[in-house]
């Protein structure tokens, strides 16, 4: 094995590494996000971790002697950042005010569909064979069989429950074209630099729609939800959004995106442990049909999704 094939393979094998903190700590993070959320508006608390997030990290980054990218590229990012963390990210959080972690999760791991689907939309794209449009029929079906499952928070109704479910839908869009035009628009840039860009202008953007849709009469300090805001910081930005941004740089799309099979199982058993939130056989079934679809979306072992497109 040459220098560069060892490069390459170690390269390779943090990718993978990179990949399992994502599904560790971006499991964890639903749990935290709706304790935020109990005591902080959605976009204002999401924004002010986002901004954090990246100022830290630019900062982290400069002291080590790396500069962020250049202004030209500022542009590219901040679509990005818009992208999967400002529509990505505040969707999501803001549709947990009416659906319970759990669901929210499950909800969540529709992003392959969304990834399969854009990407087969894009010029030059992976197409779609049969069996991953029979795939994603049949998760459609598993989405409307777990939104019908009266798995929603007390005191919430039918229609915020639904606009709810909208929402996590449009987050899952938001993650899949930003993830499709970080792909395409990669430069050769320090990966954490990047990411302190884009999750800067993410949180921005949650700010500034925040501030602007009049939330901060509804911020009150709480113990608990502070801390919900301390973890979705250090480890969903720090460690899940950093090791996601690693793994899409060295891995498939179609393989990175299947972190989401593992975070609604962490997601379901915190929700239920701590939260007391309610899992019915209704539940059971519409989550079993959902990991059915992802599994026939999935490409096969060893391929990418445009290996199995040419097949």
């Keep these: 094995m040459t220098s560069l094939e060892e490069k390459e393979s170690r390269r390779q094998k943090r990718a993978y590494w990179a990949w399992i903190a994502v599904c560790i700590s971006w499991g964890t993070t639903f749990l935290a996000a709706r304790i935020a959320i109990e005591s902080y508006p959605p976009l204002l608390m999401a924004g002010t971790r986002h901004i954090v997030a990246g100022a830290v990290l630019s900062v982290f980054v400069t002291m080590r002697g790396v500069r962020l990218p250049p202004r030209e590229s500022w542009l590219g990012h901040a679509v990005v950042g818009a ?13 947990q005010q009416f659906v319970p972690s759990s669901v929210a999760a499950v909800m969540a791991s529709t992003i392959p569909f969304w990834m399969v689907g854009v990407e087969a939309s894009m010029p030059g794209g992976e197409h779609l064979r049969a069996r991953q449009l029979v795939g994603l029929l049949i998760g459609f079906g598993g989405i409307l069989l777990l939104s019908s499952s009266g798995v929603r928070l007390a005191g919430v109704g039918d229609r915020q429950f639904v606009l709810g479910v909208i929402a996590l839908q449009c987050s899952c869009c938001g993650w899949a074209i930003g993830s499709a035009w970080a792909k395409r628009h990669k430069r050769e840039e320090n990966v954490l630099a990047a990411t302190a860009l ?23 300090y709480t113990l608990r939800s502070t801390l919900g805001w301390l973890y979705l910081l250090i480890v969903g930005s720090f460690v899940g959004y950093v090791s996601f941004t ?62 199995t497109s040419r097949s």
């Design 83 to 95: 992208l999967m963390v400002g529509a990505g990210n505040g969707f999501l959080i803001w549709a």
């Design 198 to 220: 884009q999750i800067l202008f993410g949180g921005l953007l949650q700010f500034l729609i925040g501030t602007v849709a009049g939330e901060w009469p509804a911020w009150h």
């Design 246 to 307: 690693y793994a899409l740089r060295h891995l498939p799309i179609s393989t990175v995106s299947l972190y989401a099979y593992v975070n609604p199982v962490i997601a379901v058993i915190l929700g239920a442990m701590i939260l007391s939130e309610p899992f019915t056989p209704r539940m059971a079934s519409a989550i079993a049909i959902i990991f059915v679809a992802m599994w026939i979306v999935r490409p096969a072992p060893g391929q990418t999704l445009a290996d």
